[in-house]
T-cell receptor, first 110, second 112 residues
């Protein structure tokens, strides 16, 4: 079993839709949860960073962590074509290393 | 803003060549990382460094070495490039051990 599982997609939604992206993880020692966005042929850029269970909101983006279920989510409201990218979840423990999901490719269509 | 730069965006090398990939960060970060990214496999950690002249193996160090002579610079070396090292290589840095990592733009390496 992989430490972090993420559906690769692709996920295609119409503009304005609410998008839900998810990851599950197996190691209960993980404490830090991040979402990165990666445009084609670019490096990943940090989108959201959370520590502990609960929700964190930033504009149209909401990150949700459920440590009891080992499940994290990223919601995108009012999705735009510019949101079309690959979204990577990344999870860390007390050491410096992060474990990444394989990424979900999102396409927002006009 | 944190800036992580990588020496080349695209690189084409021949099998057996020695390849150097350079990464520079301008935020005085202690920790630096090298990953490779392949379709369906995600990001895999090759090596990381907590300080100057210090290095630790990641999950897939075979065929690679690293050098960190200055705090801002972390180099990845392919001693004898092979075709299975064709990949996207990403460098990242972070100030604290368990903090978010900031990535460079990546180097797409093709080994023929």
């Amino acid at each position: 079993q992989k430490e972090v599982e993420q559906d690769p997609g692709p996920l295609s939604v119409p503009e304005g839709a609410i998008v839900s992206l998810n990851c599950t993880y197996s190691n209960s020692a993980f404490q830090y949860f991040m979402w990165y966005r990666q445009y084609s042929r670019k490096g990943p850029e940090l989108l959201m960073y959370t520590y502990s269970s609960g929700n964190k909101e930033d504009g149209r983006f909401t990150a949700q962590v459920d440590k009891s279920s080992k499940y994290i989510s990223l919601f995108i409201r009012d999705s735009q074509p510019s949101d079309s990218a690959t979204y990577l979840c990344a999870i860390g423990g007390t050491a410096s290393k992060l474990t990444f999901g394989t990424g979900t490719r999102l396409q927002v269509t006009l | 803003d944190v800036k992580v730069t990588q020496s080349s965006r695209y690189l084409v090398k021949r099998t057996g060549e020695k390849v150097f990939l350079e990464c520079v960060q301008d935020m005085d970060h202690e920790n630096m990382f090298w990953y490779r990214q392949d379709p369906g496999l995600g990001l895999r950690l090759i090596y990381f460094s907590y300080d100057v002249k210090m290095k630790e193996k990641g999950d897939i160090p075979e065929g690679y070495s690293v050098s960190r002579e200055k705090k801002e610079r972390f180099s990845l070396i392919l001693e004898s490039a092979s075709t299975n090292q064709t990949s996207m290589y990403l460098c990242a840095s972070t100030v604290h051990r368990a903090n978010e990592q900031f990535f460079g733009p990546g180097t797409r390496l093709t080994v023929l």
